[in-house]
T-cell receptor
């Protein structure tokens, strides 16, 4: 079955630690995205990528980094510079088309700082 | 710039009653509109989308939405809800100038009571 796989489902981070969230898709989509979800705030865009080896900052990129070395993979690193990282993180992908494009989402990773 | 406002953060309703979840958007150009549903601790899945043509759009699980350009609205409706419809619902918009980025509303939590 085609889809997006995020791992792990739950992740615990200690203060000052970097952690990497995995996102893999087998939909052959060019575009991939990372969103952060906090209660009552909807989804906020962290980073997005249109093509391998290229990515752009979204609305809340500070404290995060990404890479796009393969079309299928778009890992997100939450660095120690992110002051409030506890949240639900969603990865998505879509075809590359201006407007009108459905996004396909993974099941999410819940990150908690302990 | 695009924006999306979901007018109700929570909507409680009894089983088999009708429901309407309200969404207003702002954009200076032609828009594409979406409703997504999110069940607890899961990713989002597409309910329905409006790209062009008929303003009444039918989606999965018996939901439908009507695009109203003059009122810049895209309200989601279902004539008779089930307990299983309890979830969070997100309205989203993209337009022809925003590339493939989609802006999400803050979400409406639908709670269906027996």
């Amino acid at each position: 079955d085609g889809g997006i796989t995020q791992s792990p489902k739950y992740l615990f981070r200690k203060e000052g630690q970097n952690v990497t969230l995995s996102c893999e898709q087998n939909l052959n989509h060019d575009a991939m995205y990372w969103y952060r979800q906090d209660p009552g705030q909807g989804l906020r865009l962290i980073y997005y990528s249109q093509i391998v080896n290229d990515f752009q900052k979204g609305d809340i990129a500070e404290g995060y980094s990404v890479s796009r070395e393969k079309k299928e993979s778009f890992p997100l690193t939450v660095t120690s510079a992110q002051k409030n990282p506890t949240a639900f993180y969603l990865c998505a992908s879509s075809i590359l088309k201006t407007g009108g494009t459905e996004a396909f989402f993974g099941q999410g990773t819940r990150l908690t700082v302990v | 710039a695009q924006s999306v406002t979901q007018l109700d953060s929570q909507v409680p309703v009894f089983e088999e009653a009708p429901v309407e979840l309200r969404c207003n958007y702002s954009s200076s150009v032609s828009v594409y509109l979406f409703w997504y549903v999110q069940y607890p601790n899961q990713g989002l899945q597409l309910l329905l989308k409006y790209l062009s043509g008929s303003t009444l759009v039918k989606g999965i699980n018996g939901f439908e939405a009507e695009f109203n350009k003059s009122q810049t609205s895209f309200h989601l409706r279902k004539p008779s809800v089930h307990i299983s419809d309890t979830a969070e619902y997100f309205c989203a918009v993209s337009d022809s100038t925003g590339g493939f980025k989609t802006i999400f509303g803050a979400g409406t939590r639908l709670f269906v009571k027996a």
